[in-house]
């Protein structure tokens, strides 16, 4: 049980057609294996991303923060200025990419902090602060 989800094990072929994700919940050391067999798979129609160290997102190639972002960019246009992203996982990634400025958490894994162009405090700590400096720093 994590965050109020109920888990079902179940085999490739019974996860529906019109599925949305999957998501795999285990100690850090197994789903690296299993990322890295499903990588190997040749399941080129997937893309998979650690979301925290103990949940590896399995979903459809081409969704993400990353994608959602952009389609909601070209819904809003122009009326969006500058668009600031906030990630610590492999699943941020594409979502700090394709903001104007992404940052980082200081406890994010090392693939977000090195695309990050601000790297905060932890998200332990209170974050909007540094943000903040970092918009009237960058933005106005």
Do not use: H
């Not at 197994?30 to 399941?43: C, D, M, P, S």
């Not at 979903?59 to 994608?67: H, N, R």
């Not at 994010?108 to 602060?129: G, S």
């Amino acid at each position: 049980e994590r965050e109020g989800l109920e888990g079902v094990k179940a085999s490739w072929q019974e996860v529906p057609e019109d599925w949305y994700k999957v998501l795999l919940a285990a100690e850090r050391e197994r789903l690296e294996v299993v990322k890295e067999e499903l990588l190997n798979a040749g399941r080129e129609d997937l893309a998979i991303v650690f979301s925290e160290k103990q949940l590896v997102d399995i979903m459809a190639k081409g969704v993400s923060k990353g994608s959602a972002l952009r389609d909601l960019r070209a819904m809003v246009g122009r009326g969006w200025r500058t668009v600031i992203a906030v990630g610590d996982n492999e699943n941020d990634l594409s979502m700090l990419q394709s903001a104007d400025y992404g940052i980082a958490v200081g406890n994010a894994c090392r693939a977000v902090k090195e695309c990050a162009d601000l790297v905060i405090k932890p998200n332990c700590y209170p974050a909007i602060p540094e943000v903040l400096d970092f918009i009237g720093t960058k933005c106005l």
